[in-house]
């Protein structure tokens, strides 16, 4: 399924369309993310986008500078080799940083034992797909948890806020239809979440929903 930090390997074909339509002097990391097989990451569609086009993104390891460069680009939907889902937390636990890994497994057995799952995506995810390094002594734990209910909502909300005092936990929450909400904002617009409005980014807009809504959407899906 295409959604928003789905991880993308593209195909010969693709590789050359892309490494063609990007900057000259963007082509050497594109031909060596081809040489690798490493994915690409798809991105928000932008306006422009054809009906048979994704948009993606290379993101490169950080320079010296400490600047995190990334690489925009579009392919036909024919280009896409294969598609699979952001990395489950559970499976990345081996490549955690020592400084992370004492309340990283507990956090991860606590979203297990209540039956919730957590993918990564950004920086760290980076890290484990190319061997790169991509983590700096700053960088966040980004997380995509996606909510089959209300109930698991709550929790999971909980669980991100419980463990964001020793942990460095960012990322979003994902709603129904791809929307899309930071959980720190989630978490603050709860207390009153039939007037707080959050910002939702989904496939091809970014705008603003109450929080209730979201969590009413969620119910939705329960019963259907």
Known sequence: MLARHSLVWLSSVGWQRATEAVAPAQRAALEQWHRADWPVVLRRQEPDTMVDQVCLGLP???NAEGDKIRIPFKVELGAIQRIEQPLALQA???HAPSKWLTPLHAFAESCHRIGILMRIYGSWSWQILTQQTYLTPTSDIDLLFVPRNAHEFSCGLALLAQYAAC??????????????VAWKECLLALPKASQNKVLVKSETTVRLVTLSTLIDSLEGVASA
């Open 60 to 62: 490169l390891p950080p």
């Open 92 to 94: 990345a636990l081996t």
């Open 167 to 180: 942990l460095p936990l960012d990322g979003e929450v994902i709603f129904p239809d791809g929307q899309a």
